[in-house]
């Protein structure tokens, strides 16, 4: 039994990119599934504990730290599943068109898609461990950048992700030197599947409102 239901590791159909390998890729993919099943142990965990209606005091702390794990492991695989679905299987086209509903969200929010990309190349550059995630508020439309740390803290709740950037030094270790995090994030934007970005944007918001 398992309270948040029973997670499959996604398939990804995603080699070529450019500057990120496909060994690159083939590791990642396997950490991402120890977050899949992961996630299910934990809640699986957790049910047993909460079957009898009651945690007991003695039981405090395991189940304290299942619950806390429980949120970096399922964090760590959804946001692993839109990281994936953001690249582009042989490599993208580079910057967003300017002509996009993304660049125009973009402008409207920050004034120019360079100044959201400066801001949110910047955050993929912050020292620590967690990822670049750029969201829609979907009580407006607009798009602000956020640092999360690990995989759990710093997420908005209730904002829309539409573009996520794993800048974790395992999403570049076997491509790049751990200093050299600023060319692997030049590599990842020039993989970014933006059709997929853009299909996470709220067509009902439009960029056109997102100045509200
Ligand atoms: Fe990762």
Known sequence: MSFIGSYKAKQFNLSGLKGISDQTLEMHFKLYEGYV???NKLSEKISEFIKDGNV???????????SRRLGFEFNGMVLHEYYFENLMSGGGIGDSNRNSQFARAAESSFGSYEIWKADFV????????GWAICYENPANGRLSNHWITLHETGNVAGFNPILVMDVWEHAFLLDYKPAE???YIEA?????NWPAVESRLRRDLGAQTAGA
């Open 37 to 39: 099943k992961e996630s």
């Open 56 to 66: 007991d005091q003695d039981e405090m702390p395991a189940y304290s730290e299942l």
């Open 122 to 129: 910047g955050i993929g550059k912050m020292r620590g461990v």
């Open 181 to 183: 995090r600023p060319k």
């Open 188 to 192: 990842f934007f020039s993989n970014i």
